[in-house]
């Protein structure tokens, strides 16, 4: 039987020449990655344990993005515990105030993962990196310290769910209305410790941005991961990057696929994930004219890459935001920061009436810069919208893309660009 993109990775990763779903492998990883919440937890075990020295300086990555500029003493007290790891054991990839971004933007942008790599983090949306076509997953902190120790982490390799992809998007639509379609269909837990695996012509239609997005919610599907096949535009991404060699590995012929889902892209519409689940999607013909919202947020590992802030500027551009509308823009790194601001682009969000933020994951967790009050509503084009996610456990939170977002800060409520 033949093998798909993931199980040929794992494969090339422990040795095997073949590996069949529900195999437990023991794999070398190419990169481990942690952060401000989650790191100082996996150095403790990783103390704990008695473990005096990483695996490879060089392929660790610690991000310090989700509670900084730290938002009180315990987030200041963890990220303190996370630079003095990093200095001690000479962290190559260690990114603080000044040079940070929010992780998975961040280390795509640096070059630091490429097709054909096997990454651990200790966050969910490590799968974000299938987009590279590589085999990425998140893991908890013990794995996270395991992998910091000795380069290794163990798996069962996961079954497959095909998706066919086929047409082109419509104007106004992105891969962040592909996910949440998809997770529609499918649920939260439709493709439960599977890999979403993304196939068809449709493929070559769709930005690195789109696919970057689609990775990042696998997990909202349950998925152990999602992976895209290595082509043109993933190579010129990652030559453009500076990405070591990639390795591509394709899916065989006969692979086998636990399902297949078509999706003919021209076909998918504008889409919302309503709360308090991502699986609650809705289109806009089934959308309240009149759903009043309290707060806009543009950003975060799933929609804070460039393509996104101009999207968002694209709507916004001599428009105000609504009166009583708070609209928080967030560009994912630092880098893109600096092109949103050089393209003039800040200046569009000001004269709007938004603020702009410096890098960091803060209101998707309902970590800090822009917590939701009881009852109030948020417009985000973050990942989750779960009870309390960010903030209030009344509070609401509807998940949609930039140009959604930005059309509802404008008109006060749940809107559509179009």
């Given amino acids: 039987m033949g093998m798909t993109m993931t199980q040929k990775i794992l494969a090339a990763h422990c040795g095997a020449k073949s590996l069949a779903a529900g195999q437990m492998v023991l794999a070398d990883l190419d990169m481990v990655l942690g952060n401000d ?5 996996a150095i403790n075990e990783f103390e ?3 473990c005096e020295m990483v695996f490879d300086k060089d392929r660790i990555a610690l991000v310090l993005d989700h509670f900084t500029p730290n938002k009180d003493i315990k987030a200041a007290e963890q990220s303190r515990q996370v630079r003095v790891f990093a200095r001690k054991h000479g962290i190559t990839h260690f990114y603080d105030i000044g040079r940070v971004g929010i992780e998975h933007v961040l280390l795509p942008e640096k070059g630091l993962v490429t097709a054909g790599d096997l990454v651990i983090g200790a966050d969910s949306h490590t799968c974000t990196y299938g987009a590279l076509g590589a085999f990425s997953t998140g893991v908890g902190s013990t794995d996270m310290a395991v992998g910091m ?31 949440l379609h998809l997770i529609g269909m499918i649920g939260v837990d439709g493709a439960l410790y599977q890999s979403l695996e993304f196939t068809g012509d449709g493929v070559a239609c769709l930005t690195m941005d789109d696919r970057f997005c689609i990775c990042n919610m696998a997990i909202e599907a349950g998925g152990k991961n999602g992976i895209f096949p290595v082509d043109d535009a993933t190579l010129a991404y990652l030559k453009a990057h500076g990405a070591k060699k990639p390795r591509v590995h394709t899916a065989d012929a006969d692979a086998s696929y636990v399902r297949t889902i078509d999706i003919d892209l021209s076909q998918v519409p504008l889409t919302v994930a309503f709360p308090h689940l991502p699986e609650n999607t809705r289109t806009f013909k089934d959308v309240p004219g009149n759903l009043r ?16 802030i101009q999207q968002a500027a694209q709507v916004l551009k001599g428009r105000q935001v609504a009166q009583d509308v708070r609209c928080i823009i967030i560009p994912a790194t630092q880098k893109i920061y600096e092109e949103a601001m050089n393209q003039g682009l800040f200046q569009i969000f000001l004269d709007a009436g938004c603020i702009v933020s410096t890098p960091t994951c803060g209101p998707c967790l309902g970590g800090h810069m822009g917590i939701l009050a009881s009852g109030e509503r948020c417009v985000a084009t973050t990942n989750r919208n779960f009870v309390g996610r960010m903030g209030h456990p009344k509070s ?15 008109l006060g409520r749940l809107a559509s660009p179009e």
Avoid: H, M
Avoid at 37 to 41: E, G
Avoid at 156 to 178: F, H, M, N, Y
């Fill in 293 to 308: 919202i309290d707060q806009v947020v543009i950003g975060s590992c799933t929609n804070g890459r460039l393509a996104d």
């Fill in 396 to 410: 609401e939170v509807y998940l949609a893309n930039p140009s959604v977002a930005a059309a509802s800060a404008v």
């Fill in 149 to 179: 120790a000795y380069g290794k982490a163990w798996f069962r390799v996961p079954e497959a769910i095909q998706v066919r992809l086929t047409g082109k998007l419509q104007p106004w639509v992105s891969g962040k209305d592909v996910v």
């Fill in 37 to 41: 919440v989650t790191a100082p937890v």
């Fill in 48 to 50: 704990k344990a008695g």
